[in-house]
């Protein structure tokens, strides 16, 4: 038995009021980032003239200094997870790091920038939760977070819920996300898994992955076709950028507009692509006498 870190991710589907709070959490985690991050070139501004002045660059450190002002920072705090809060502060004490890395030749591939403040609307609204109640529950339609409460799934959870009741899964964490206007869950997940030496088959075969054929194998068959998700959504794109085109900028509107665009779109390109080559045909099922 191996034990291994997979995630599995599931389509939200919120009731109004909860989806005030999903964005009120990402919201939140928006927040405490730029506020760590504010503190952190004043206290760089200062450690320059004075080497004394102590820089907060972990996780505890930026907690413990969020915990000391945000009352007067965020008197809303409560109204949120701490989770919430915390995710921000993770994220910006993992972006200091690699840019440390980066800069110290410790850290390999491009140079990392120094971390930049967020802007609603412009970066990726998402939240991790860590602790409290993180639960799949037992109806394979629902899923639990803390202080969100029970929220409705459009897919069912049954893959991850068994693996939960045998006690062959353990939840690390949950992060949520919005994509468009649709919002998603992703759960980080300790798996135990058998890992077999072989699979049994005496054959093999190549699979060579392109563009103008999905994938074209070496035993001989016909090409797999390729989905061209993009061109069979292009009409219905093409009219979504004219109905944005309209909007004014800055509006209410035209950010509507901007959220709903791929979401509106009978097969938006890059989740039909990418569920494409995540099932059948290149899935290891749908070719038993390879895999």
């Known amino acids: ?63 413990r200094e969020w915990n000391r002002a945000k009352d007067e920072v965020a008197p809303w ?22 840019w440390s890395d980066s800069r110290s030749g410790r850290r390999k591939g491009r140079p990392v920038g120094f971390p930049q403040f967020k802007k609603k609307g412009r970066c990726r ?26 929220l409705k799934t459009h897919e069912s959870t049954r893959k991850l819920g068994r693996r939960l009741e045998q006690g062959t899964a353990r939840v690390l964490s949950a992060t949520i996300s919005r994509t468009a206007d649709r919002w998603l869950v992703s759960f980080t997940v300790e798996v135990e898994r ?14 060579d992955v392109g563009i103008r054929h999905l994938a074209v194998l070496s035993s ?12 069979r959504s292009t009409r219905k794109l093409r009219r979504l950028n004219r109905e944005l085109a309209r909007r004014r900028p ?21 989740s039909g692509a990418t569920h494409f080559i995540n099932s059948p045909p290149l899935s290891p099922k749908s070719m038993p006498r390879w895999w």
């Open 1 to 63: 038995m191996a034990t291994v870190t997979q995630a599995y991710r599931f389509a939200l589907d919120p009731t109004p009021t909860q989806r005030r709070a999903l964005a009120s959490h990402c919201g939140a985690a928006r927040v405490a980032h730029n506020w760590g991050l504010a503190l952190v070139k004043t206290h760089l501004d200062q450690h320059r003239t004075d080497p004394g002045v102590p820089v907060p660059w972990t996780v505890p450190e930026l907690r």
């Open 77 to 98: 705090w409560a109204e949120n997870s701490k989770e919430a809060y915390s995710s921000g502060l993770d994220g910006l004490a993992r972006a200091l790091r690699n």
């Open 125 to 150: 609204d998402a939240c991790r939760f860590t602790t409290g109640a993180i639960k799949v529950l037992a109806d394979r339609k629902h899923v639990q977070l803390p202080r969100i409460g029970v």
């Open 194 to 207: 058998q890992i077999p030496a072989s699979n049994g088959k005496t054959t093999t075969i190549g699979v």
């Open 220 to 231: 001989g068959e016909p090409p797999i076709p390729n989905p061209r998700t993009l061109e």
């Open 250 to 270: 800055a509006s209410r509107r035209r950010k509507l507009a901007q959220r709903r665009w791929p979401a509106r779109t009978p097969e938006p390109p890059i």
